[in-house]
């Protein structure tokens, strides 16, 4: 008797669990897509701006690597066209010089009710800067603004590697190296 009791709270305990699993698994989840891709030399993100407080407006991020240009925009919702570009001199902005090696990396993030903002940082210089798109003076166009500027990290210059000894100058090619004894060059014992 008392292992037909033992059995029907297992019994009990595998209904509930299949119970909850079956309503945890249920829930329907809602569709997450990325807010930013890369392709070669650019990069575009996509993130809210605030132009009118009162209609959502989706802005979109560009950045080209070769112009050295971040570019953003807003789809203007009543007409469905693009308000314009707006851009910043990025090679000027970061200090950058001409044909330097960069990596930059943005995405997107939440400030406020219908406006998001763009982190850009350049991994090479260990620089990062936040920025916001909104209206023009006046109402018209759409500008790009720069809400702060630093450095992650400071720039290292090159360093020995560890655990290689530096290189020995070829016999009679000047001082060598304080305690080692210079060869004479083509003499065998």
Known sequence: ?????????????????????????????????????RFQDYIMATGAVSVNPRVQTDGVWLLDYKAGKLLGTVIDRTQGKIVGWAEVDLTAEFGLKAQQDVHFMMTTGYVTQGQSALYLSETSTGQ??????????NGNGIVIRRHDMTKFRQQVAAQPQIGVPPAIPAPGAGPGIPGIPELAPNKMP
């Open 1 to 37: 008797m008392r292992g037909m009791g033992s059995l029907g709270l297992v019994a009990v305990g595998l209904a509930v669990g299949m119970a909850a699993t079956m309503f945890y698994f249920g829930q329907p989840r809602p569709a997450v897509a990325a807010s930013n891709d």
């Open 128 to 137: 990062f800067g936040v920025y916001t798109m909104g209206p023009g003076a």
